[in-house]
Structures are given as structure tokens and as C-alpha cells.
């Protein structure tokens, strides 16, 4: 492996070392709540390994805990794990002339937060660069799940419950200091927030999976429509 090469995954490794640290404890929440519902934790863990999604994964295990039918676990994590595509379709804009197993691979990868690092970063998104901002996430995701399945009966259920909103304070992490150097952010995550309040309040017939693909599909189209990215950037 060239010096670049190895340069560009630790940049990688390095900023996704927040993330990481912020996957553990969800998935922690996460192993314990497979196990509660059923799923031995060798395969808790091998969901998360095959997975990577948060939502997706804590939406299925509610649906095996309760029962149903394939059928609603197919549609149910298809439409919550349906923004990955379009954050997939957004970062090819930074990865051109890449063969097509290297974006299958970091597509594999891609969560919220990735995508959010990925596309605020000002390191040049390098198949590499994406090697080490996807590694160190997945081992801090499946580590959780490890040590919350396996001991989920050390800790006391209000308190693992409680855990669950280190991913929220971790992505705010994320998101404001790329809103203090560019308006355009500020911009996209204020049509996302409201969009995303008013289906909540006004719309509750939309599932929380639409309502995400519904508002980032609208901040990223108005985002393009004011902001368009110019070729030397």
C-alpha cells in the first residue's frame, strides 16, 4: 500500500473516531435489546456486522419480539434504510473513477453519520479515506452489540434505555461545527429540521422512516436549487 494511501485511511480512522465512540453504547442498547427479545447474542452480533444501521436494526428487533410477519419486516426496514441510497447517490459526486466493487463497499458503510462526515470533510474522499472512516465505526458497532448481549443483565434497564441518546448528541457533534463554517449547512438542516417537525406534529399518518427520506430528499433538492455546486469545488 503507497504512503497516500495509508496518509488518507488514518485521516479516515481519525475522523471517525467520534463516531465510533458514540456507536458503542447504542449498540450496547441494542445487544441487550436482541437478547431481551429472544435472538442469542452470536447472532445479535452477526446482525449488526451484516446491518450497520441503528434504526433498521432496532426496528427489526421490535418486529421479532413481537412476532411478525416477514413481509412487514421486509417493507419496515426498506423504507427506514431507504436514505442510505440517496446518501450513497449524493457521495458519488466525490468519488468518480471508482470501479464499481469499491462503491459497493463504501455504500455498504455508509450510515448518518459517515455520510455526514464524508461529505463535510475537506480530505478528498479517496476509496482509502472511506476504508478508515467506515472501519473504526463498524468495530466500535459490533463491539457494542458484543457487550451489550452478552451482559445484558448487569445493567439496569432505565439506565441502558438512557444510553440510546449518546447517537443524537453525537451526530449534533457532527453537524455544528460544519454549520459554523458554511451557511449552505445551515440552510439544508434548518429545511430538514422543519420539514421533519411538521410531518411529526401535523402528519402523523407518515411513518418516521418516510419522514426522513421525505425531508432529506427536500433540503438536498432546495439545498441544489440555491446553492448548486460549481465544478471547482
Known amino acids: 500500500m503507497s504512503s497516500s494511501r495509508i496518509k488518507d485511511f488514518k485521516n479516515g480512522a481519525l475522523d471517525s473516531l467520534p463516531i465510533a465512540l458514540g456507536y458503542i453504547p447504542v449498540s450496547f442498547s441494542f445487544g441487550m435489546l436482541a437478547v431481551a427479545a429472544g435472538i442469542e447474542p452470536i447472532w445479535a452480533i452477526i446482525i449488526s456486522m451484516t446491518n450497520l444501521t441503528s434504526a433498521g436494526q432496532f426496528a427489526g428487533v421490535n418486529i421479532i419480539g413481537a412476532a411478525g410477519t416477514y413481509m412487514e419486516m421486509g417493507v419496515t426496514t426498506f423504507v427506514i434504510n431507504l436514505r442510505y441510497m440517496l446518501m450513497s447517490l449524493s457521495l458519488t459526486q466525490k468519488t468518480q473513477n471508482m470501479p464499481l466493487w469499491k462503491r459497493l463497499i463504501m455504500a455498504f458503510g455508509v450510515t448518518d453519520e459517515i455520510f455526514a462526515v464524508a461529505s463535510t470533510t475537506a480530505h478528498k474522499i479517496t476509496f482509502a479515506y472511506m476504508a478508515g472512516l467506515i472501519a473504526v465505526p463498524y468495530v466500535g458497532w459490533a463491539l457494542g452489540t458484543a457487550l451489550g448481549a452478552y451482559i445484558n443483565n448487569l445493567l439496569p434497564a432505565p439506565l441502558a434505555n438512557a444510553m440510546g441518546i449518546t447517537l443524537y448528541a453525537m451526530f449534533i457533534a457532527i453537524i455544528i461545527p460544519a454549520a459554523k463554517k458554511d451557511k449552505k449547512v ?41 446553492f448548486p455546486r460549481r465544478d471547482d469545488e
Do not use: D, H, N, R
Open 186 to 226: 445551515v440552510f439544508v438542516l434548518t429545511v430538514a429540521v422543519a420539514a421533519s417537525c411538521v410531518m411529526y406534529f401535523l402528519m402523523p399518518f407518515i411513518s418516521s422512516g418516510w419522514a426522513v427520506i421525505i425531508a432529506a430528499v427536500l433540503a438536498s433538492a432546495l439545498g441544489a436549487t440555491f
